[in-house]
């Protein structure tokens, strides 16, 4: 059975650091592209953060050079490390993994990628 679980998240003041987890079971986030997502009330949900299979790791503009998202491959987790953060960071935030076989992020749209979990929240107050 595929379950994707997120958690971590938080209400923290701006400048604080948060650390995201995603736990997956009934697939390997190592065999997929894997994406951390957000959604803001009102607005779509977006790409944040990706890595391949081979660690390579892509980022939105927004959260490049505060963000790092890993995987620890032995334990099927994704990571996103948070820090820097600024009240426009609030969001439901999910991982997923790439609905195209293989490791490599040929796409970075919401709508490529499957196995979402719940989300967990992250509030960043002024």
């Known amino acids: 059975q595929v379950q994707t679980v997120e958690s971590g998240g938080g209400s923290v003041q701006a400048g604080g650091s948060l650390r995201l987890s995603c736990a997956a079971s009934?697939?390997?986030?190592?065999?997929?592209?894997m994406g951390w997502f957000r959604q803001a009330p009102g607005k779509e949900r977006e790409g944040v953060a990706f890595i391949t299979s081979y660690d390579s790791t892509g980022y939105a503009g927004s959260v490049r050079g505060r963000f790092t998202i890993s995987q620890d491959n032995a334990k099927n987790i994704l990571y996103l490390e948070m820090n820097s953060l600024k009240p426009e960071d609030t969001a439901l935030y999910y991982c997923a993994a790439a609905r195209r076989p293989g490791g490599i992020c040929y796409s970075f749209s919401p709508a490529d990628f499957g196995y979402w979990g719940q989300g967990t929240q992250v509030t960043v107050s002024s």
């Open positions: 009934g697939y390997t986030i190592s065999d997929h592209c």
